[in-house]
């Protein structure tokens, strides 16, 4: 075994000269955090809803992730989740840059904060006392790896942790990825985790107005014409309307090329006026 570098006061874990993650008695993690309460309330960055979170009922464990601090402010958390690659993302010459406000925080919270694994070292660095690994062999051997995003791997370690409810605010994977917000080519792993979590007797709230397990109607129960035909009356408006600006916008442009060419006939005309004025005062310096 690599000889041991350093200890988390947090999870007792330490981090060998390879990187990887070992307990203070040499062998390596492979299960999940005990839960403090019975249910867990999961919440993300859609503000429609976020903020109808049950905050402050004790019975809940509260779970956030990545800068979600920075619009929440005042949320007593349990748990923290920072599953990106911490280098690459907020180092120096990562997207966000050197994300300092963000470093900070990680290092002043008390209650854990699960990273991946191979980031221990950089987080132990940053002087992130909180950094636990999270618990990616478990979750893998009870789960199929399908995740792609955070907070699918927040409701299956809720799942595998015995959670008797999860409760998600915030979290609708309904926003277009060009948006650079909730990618709604990621909700699909989302929904089958929820519906992973309901086979299995665990209940899960979602608040009104998510759009999480949302259709516009019940396939062979329900007729979807009404709703269909509203959408394509919305399409057509805001395609009439588009082609009105359209129109509007060759109208000024046309404006703009009557008015350039005015423009050019004074400049034209200027022009005349200034080689007559030379000529004139070259004959009267002649007849002088």
């Known amino acids: 075994m690599n000889e041991i570098t350093g200890s988390d006061t947090i999870t007792g874990l330490a981090v060998d000269t390879a990187g990887d993650v070992v307990s203070t008695n040499g062998k390596r993690p492979f299960?999940?955090?005990?839960r403090t309460r019975d249910k867990v309330c999961i919440v993300g960055f859609a503000d429609g809803h976020r903020g109808l979170a049950p905050f402050g009922d004790d019975s809940f464990e509260f779970w956030g992730l990545n800068r979600l601090h920075v619009p929440m402010p005042d949320v007593?958390?349990?748990r923290w989740f920072e599953l990106h690659?911490?280098?690459?993302f907020y180092g120096e010459a990562g997207p966000n840059g050197l994300d300092m406000q963000h470093i900070e925080w990680l290092r002043q919270?008390?209650?854990p904060v699960y990273i991946r694994r191979q980031d221990l070292p950089t987080a132990a660095e940053w002087g992130i006392q909180a950094a636990s690994p999270?618990?990616?062999e478990q979750v893998l051997n009870d789960f199929i790896p399908y995740f792609t995003n955070s907070v699918s791997w927040l409701i299956a370690l809720a799942i595998g942790m015995g959670f008797s409810e999860i409760h998600m605010y915030g979290v609708d994977m309904a926003q277009d990825s060009i948006l650079h917000k909730e990618y709604r080519e990621q909700r699909p792993s989302c929904e089958y985790f929820i519906g992973l979590a309901e086979g299995r007797g665990i209940k899960v709230v979602l608040p009104d107005g998510a759009d999480l397990l949302v259709a516009s109607h019940m396939y062979g129960f329900e007729d979807g014409g009404p709703y269909l035909a509203k959408m394509r009356a919305r399409l057509v408006e805001i395609a009439q309307r588009k082609e009105a600006i359209r129109a509007e916008m060759l109208n000024a442009q046309n404006a703009a090329a009557q008015m350039q060419a005015q423009i050019n006939q004074?400049?034209?005309a200027m022009q005349e006026g200034q080689y007559q004025m030379t000529n004139l005062m070259t004959q009267v310096e002649r007849i002088e």
Do not use: C, K
Not at 31 to 34: H, K, L
Not at 85 to 88: A, I, R, V, Y
């Open 31 to 34: 299960g999940y955090p005990e």
């Open 76 to 78: 007593a958390w349990n």
């Open 85 to 88: 690659n911490l280098e690459e």
């Open 109 to 111: 919270i008390s209650f």
């Open 134 to 136: 999270y618990p990616l």
């Open 266 to 268: 004074l400049d034209g």
